[in-house]
């Protein structure tokens, strides 16, 4: 139970207990949630991601909601005396947890408990719901208008018409997500980081509790661009913390047990050390998405196999005034998507490279869902390099691991095996994104959203490294 009047919003992690002042960044860890003990095989675990990937894409182009919650990265906090932990998303911009008593339906085997360490409902004690009138309850019903919204809060018609209705709270709202849903009401409470000197404190924080739930045992911190998520909360009240804020995944193969380190998730800006030899950021434009305005759209303007260059479509590069198109910067999704016809003509190109080398693992291609795979019999030396082109003449270049995964397939004999980690994004007449930039591709990366400038940045880190040196300040 909580014991103030306040929630604390504190970091917990199994490492350490630390967060920056107030005139620096905060810190905290991000812990990778998927791990091969949870599957059969690399290949059931392969099978299993892809599937999660594709659903997420294609469902968010049937209704216009967010992205299936991130189930790859997850950050812990604590509210009053009881510890959470929340999937980090920016696909999504609400931030919402399950609370007592929660009934979640078909959520048996959706997380790996011992790669989640607080995936408990909480107690509210002290929250107030939020009131039908709040910009909060029209934000998160798709902005309705109040009017509409203390209606349903049924609010009597002479109270709606003097704006009289802030005893009436805000009606519960409905999410649907690619493989399950939840119904949650929005509460108000005053958030504090009393571990930062002084201690930060954001009155009215608003976020939803969850108390029934379809295929969705654990919450999530929506890290996208909307009015209620936990940057846009933020920078409310401290916008050198809320409008700038970057992430490093430390490279984890599917093995998260061999990962030592968190991965940093930094709110605000730090200063890099000379000495350290960080190299800078490349920066790419955001583009502005009329119907998904949440979204980190970036223009992806073509992929490099080796010296070839490939021009990306028109849908990939910008997106329209429907809100079709663009790349998805996107931390909860595990795969790098396409569209369908680019995706063939850049796998093409890596094929007629690689192809002549190393034989086809037609049956592992058929056990992933991934394509191409190849047996690498003679090493995996001869992979071409794969750059992506982004829109402001910005160019990353991909370390092989982040785009050519490599295991060992358990066939009759044990043989090294390597598979391309992108996936078809569908026909790019399909409504919604035409790309995903997958979380598996920026690993090694730190990724910066800087949203006073409308811009996302790329450099190449050791971000275990990095967890360090920002930990020893």
Known sequence: MASSSSVFFTLFTFFSLFLFSSAGPLVFPLTHSFSKTQYNSTHHLLKSTSTRSATRLHHHRQ??????????????????????SLYMDTGSDVVWLPCHPFDCILCEGKYNPTSI?????????????????????????????????????????????????????????????????????????ELSIPMSSPTLILKNFTFGCAHSALGEPIGVAGFGRGTLSLPAQL?????EIGNYFSYCLVSHSFDTPRVHRPSPLILGRYTIDEKIGYTDYGYTPMLENPKHPYFYCVGLEGVSIGKTRIPAPASLRRVDGRGNGGMVVDSGTTFTMLPLRFYETVLKEFDRRV???????????????????????????????????????????????????????????KRKVGCVMLMNGGDEEESGPAGILGNYFQQGFEVVYDLEKK????????CASLWDNLNQH
């Open 63 to 84: 209704v216009s909601l967010p992205l299936t919650p991130g189930s790859d990265y997850t950050v812990s906090f604590s509210l009053g005396s009881q510890l959470i």
């Open 117 to 189: 360490p607080n995936p408990n409902p909480i107690n509210l004690t002290s929250a107030t719901p939020v009131t039908c009138k709040s910009l909060a309850c029209s934000a998160v019903h798709s902005s309705l208008p109040s009017s509409d919204l203390c209606t349903i809060a049924k609010c009597p018609l002479e109270d709606i018409e003097i704006s009289d209705c802030n005893k009436y709270t805000c009606p519960p709202f409905y999410y649907a997500y690619g493989d399950g849903s939840f119904i949650a009401k929005l509460y108000s409470d």
């Open 235 to 239: 920078a409310n009240n401290s916008p």
């Open 355 to 413: 192809g002549p080398v190393y034989k086809r693992a037609n049956r592992v291609e058929e056990r992933t869902g991934l394509n191409p795979c190849y047996y690498l019999d003679k090493g995996g030396s001869n992979v071409p390099q794969l750059l992506l082109h982004f829109g402001g003449n910005s160019s990353v270049v991909m370390p092989k691991r982040n785009y050519f995964y490599e295991f060992f397939d358990d066939g009759k004999v």
């Open 455 to 462: 811009r996302i940045g790329f450099a190449r880190r050791k």
